[in-house]
């Protein structure tokens, strides 16, 4: 992978200067770390401002991270972020810091946390929940092989809301291993947070004391609980405390030393602000969670004008249109109302959306329900995060075929998220489910249509991915039509090579055939449209009429390719036809840069096709090119 340099912060720093490792913030005297804080934060805005990136909420940490850092002997004892976007304060405080302005860059840091690139990044995450079962695996795991370290796993409250959280807890409480759980509270996921759960600790936030007496009650106790009654995490068996002001370092340090020297396992309930420190963040709806490059003075983010209508706000303008029509519609977001371009259904019908909070799983049994009683559920999901309701979607959904409606975003590359986000794998964990209908849109305005089609459909699930950001900028339908179930389209009509393309790489398709006709090779483009059921008339007629039939995808090995070939095979068509030529993402982790490098790192643009066409007919492309000039003449 190439390596992205970095600088260090232009601004001097009196503290920060001398703090390349976490040993060197302990040799700082205690009084001074709140310096230490004002540095580090104005050390992420400065980086983030150049590289854009998840902000709010490492800024909300960033007293917290110091403090974790100047109590724990990382790396030997382990910090595990959940989520981990909030590591950037973390980073810059273990070796880092110069490298700050790569971050999501190509060849730069990761967003998140990396077992690749640091000691101190012990455990990867960018799904959330997963902090205090990896942590007490790492108890585990150090109690088996006799150390000593302490284990630290910091989890937001928006994920707390997740059933894998509640399920570590559980194990937690019975398991009464030495671990610190800090619940960083700031009230605030990536939207407002939703459910119970949020309701129950802003009533423990209530109870949070003024300094005075919190320091009288760490003074006398340690570990003390200020809430007057037994919470529901020391029911579960894990100790309670709290709650501690998380942005006051001095009383982190205190509490911090505390905790890691508690025998078991303690909660540490720390109350936080996203965005803390930045006044723009701190006035945004969204603390700026994720942003685009910006001016730090002002805080003005660096967005060009779209070009073309945004994926996910057509699918939610079209989904708004459908529900005009029919009452029995309703969408379901966990916990991604924005980005998956609900937050205007929901204003416009607020009984008839759900944020379900992080918890996919039940994102998709919610649904399951509400189709067996009659309704037309939409799950709108990020095909990364649909991957944590898979046994869901086949329990609950295919083996009842329950028409839920499964609107997959971000589906393909993702850019600077990186491996942990790419939407490389639902056609093929889809593909192999009995009863799946799967379609994938080629632009905005197929986009349109399928949702449209989807909403129609009430014979099973039914599954239509996109991908991330603007379309292709085609002209737009007034409203969608209902497609035939199983059916694609020929776009382009040729004979030697065929391209049967699936979702978004259709413009690549076509941009292919123009530079393979220029080479003398006439070129068919199909648009699939659906990979189950698969259109076997329209596969008979390119493997039939064609010498090379090549499918694209912007999905993994084993699957929009793989129902081509059983389609071939079923027709007795694998022998004596067109030979088959699938293109799809390599089986690699494609890591964060932009999605046109991603893409053409993948070899599924247009010149990626080009060559494989003419790899596998044993042809480069300067005699094709040359060969095709002397036919001319």
């Not at 009464?176 to 960083?184: D, G, P, S, T």
């Not at 839920?404 to 056609?427: E, K, P, S």
């Not at 090579?497 to 413009?507: D, E, K, M, N, Q």
């Not at 699938?582 to 096709?609: E, N, S, W, Y």
Request: with cysteine; proline share 5%; net charge negative.
């Amino acid at each position: 992978m190439r390596m992205a340099e970095g600088h260090t912060p232009a601004k001097p720093t009196e503290f920060l200067s001398r703090i390349d490792m976490p040993a060197d913030l302990r040799q700082i005297a205690q009084e001074d770390l709140g310096h230490v804080a004002e540095e580090v934060r104005q050390a992420v805005i400065e980086a983030v401002s150049q590289t854009g990136g998840h902000l709010g909420a490492g800024l909300g940490v960033v007293e917290l991270t110091v403090a974790l850092h100047y109590v724990f002997n990382t790396p030997d004892d382990k910090l595990i972020w959940d989520v981990s976007h909030q590591c950037y304060p973390h980073k810059t405080l273990t070796g880092r810091k110069g490298r700050l302005n790569t971050l999501r860059t190509g060849g730069g840091l990761s967003g998140f946390t990396s077992r690749a690139e640091s000691e101190f990044d012990p455990f990867g995450a960018a799904h959330s929940s997963t902090a205090i079962s990896a942590g007490l695996g790492f108890a585990a795991g150090r109690d088996f092989m006799k150390r000593d370290n302490q284990v630290v796993a910091i989890v937001g409250d928006g994920a707390m809301s997740a059933g894998m959280a509640f399920e570590g807890l559980n194990n937690v409480g019975s398991e009464k291993r030495r671990m610190v759980i800090i619940l960083n509270d700031n009230h605030m996921s990536i939207a407002p947070p939703a459910g119970a759960l949020s309701e129950y600790l802003t009533e423990l936030r209530a109870f949070m004391p003024d300094e005075a007496t919190r320091d009288a009650g760490i003074a006398k106790e340690g570990l003390p609980s200020f809430v007057d009654r037994p919470t529901m995490f020391d029911d579960l068996g894990v100790p309670y405390a709290g709650p501690f002001d998380g942005h006051d370092v001095d009383e982190m340090v205190r509490v911090l030393t505390a905790a890691r020297d508690h025998d078991g396992p303690i909660l540490l309930h720390v109350i936080t602000r996203k965005g803390k420190g930045y006044a723009p963040a701190e006035a945004s709806a969204d603390c700026y969670h994720g942003v685009s490059k910006f001016n730090v003075a002002d805080g003005k983010q660096d967005k060009a004008a779209p070009k073309a209508p945004n994926y996910a706000k057509v699918f939610a303008g079209t989904l708004i249109d459908l529900a005009k029509e029919d009452e029995r519609i309703v969408a379901v977001s966990p916990a991604m109302p924005d980005g998956s371009g609900l937050t205007q259904f929901g204003e416009i019908y607020p009984d008839r959306h759900f944020d379900v909070a992080i918890a996919e799983q039940h994102c998709v049994t919610f649904c399951a329900g509400m189709a067996a009683e009659g309704m037309r559920p939409f799950a709108a999901v990020y095909s990364t995060f649909l991957q944590r309701g898979y046994d869901q979607v086949i329990h609950d959904v295919a083996i009842q075929k329950l028409p839920v409606r499964f609107a997959i975003d971000r589906a393909g590359m993702v850019g600077a998220d990186g491996v942990t986000h790419q939407g490389a794998y639902d056609i093929a964990y889809l593909a192999c489910v009995p009863n799946m209908v799967l379609m994938a849109s080629g632009n905005e305005a197929e986009l349109v249509d399928m949702v449209t089609t989807a909403a129609a459909f009430d014979e099973g699930p039914i599954a239509l991915r996109y991908p991330r950001g603007e379309g292709a900028g085609v002209d737009m339908p007034e409203k969608g039509r209902v497609l035939e179930i199983g059916k694609g389209e020929v776009l382009r009509e040729g004979s030697k090579v065929a391209i049967l393309s699936y979702g978004s790489r259709r413009h690549d398709a076509l941009a292919a055939a123009d530079k393979l006709a220029a080479m003398g090779l006439s070129t068919t483009v199909a648009d699939a449209r659906f990979a189950k059921p698969m259109d076997d008339d329209l596969v008979r007629d390119l493997a039939t009429n064609h010498e090379l039939l090549v499918t694209v995808e912007e999905g993994s090995i084993g699957g929009f390719s793989a129902l081509v070939f059983d389609s071939l095979v079923r027709q007795k068509l694998d022998q004596g036809h067109a030979r088959l030529v699938p293109v799809f993402m390599p089986d690699i982790f494609i890591d964060h840069d932009k999605p046109a490098v991603q893409v053409t790192a993948a070899g599924l643009d247009a010149a990626g096709i080009v060559a494989r066409v003419l790899d596998a007919l044993g042809m480069d492309a300067q005699r094709a090119m040359a060969a095709a000039a002397a036919g001319a003449e």
